[in-house]
């Protein structure tokens, strides 16, 4: 038999102790994203005071509860009611992170979801613009927020996406979205997305709340049809 090339032996060790260090900080990166997931304080909850806007609507899918404190934000502003999205799948837990990893990764899987909501039908006929927020997996929207979509009849309605994620809104892909947007007869008029920083060292809620309020303060009236 030929014997092992000294350089070769070398290299396959830096090789393996790449792997190895690679493989820990990925476990590390898991173990923190459920402990983040496990720690969030829930926000203030928002009832809207009568008369409730009749043009504007704010539905949600939070997991861990940072979406539905951006949604909250949103409808304090205009006065809207709120729908929030909830399934039974996507657990804070490793195995809830590996399922939303997969279902993001194919298009075909449409979570089963309910709606909670004050008024007898989930979206107004009235309501022009909707709001509808997300975090982002795998550089999607959360699948719960595509299967409330293809539920809804959005004729004539203008939709915003507000996303929430660790990478630039240039990581973010919207397209499934205005599909199915345009496929259920509305338009997606704009889509907002706010970085919540590294997984490491996640920008706080709180700053995160700030800049969705000095977006909603700059808000031109035609933005909100």
């Known amino acids: 038999f030929l014997a092992a090339h000294p350089h070769s032996t070398s290299t396959m060790g830096r090789l393996g102790l790449l792997l190895s260090a690679t493989a820990a900080v990925f476990v590390a990166l898991i173990a923190q994203h459920v402990y983040l997931d ?5 926000s203030t909850e928002f009832v809207p005071t009568n008369p409730v806007s009749d043009v504007v609507q704010v539905a949600y899918y939070s997991r861990a509860g940072s979406s539905e404190a951006v949604a909250r934000v949103i409808a304090s502003h205009f006065n809207a009611a709120l729908l929030k999205i909830t399934t039974e799948r996507y657990p804070l837990t490793l195995s809830g992170i590996w399922d939303g990893v997969r279902s993001s990764m194919d298009p075909t899987d449409i979570p089963r979801i309910s709606l909670e909501h004050r008024d ?5 006929k009235t309501v022009s613009h909707l709001f509808v927020v997300a975090p982002t997996w795998m550089s999607v929207p959360a699948p719960p927020l595509k299967a409330f979509l293809l539920r809804m009849n959005l004729k004539e309605k203008n939709v915003t996406l507000v996303t929430l994620g660790t990478g630039g809104k ?3 892909n919207n397209q499934e979205i205005n599909d199915v947007v345009t496929k259920r007869g509305g338009q997606l008029s704009s889509h907002m997305h706010f970085v919540r920083g590294p997984h490491f060292w996640e920008t706080p809620l709180e700053k995160t709340l700030e800049e969705v309020q000095i977006w909603l303060d700059e808000l031109k009236p ?3 049809p």
Not at 38 to 42: A, G, L, P, Q, R
Not at 120 to 124: A, D, G, I, M
């Open 120 to 124: 007898q039908t989930p979206l107004k």
């Open 170 to 172: 240039g990581l973010v």
């Open 222 to 224: 035609e933005a909100v």
């Open 38 to 42: 496990n720690i969030y304080i829930e």
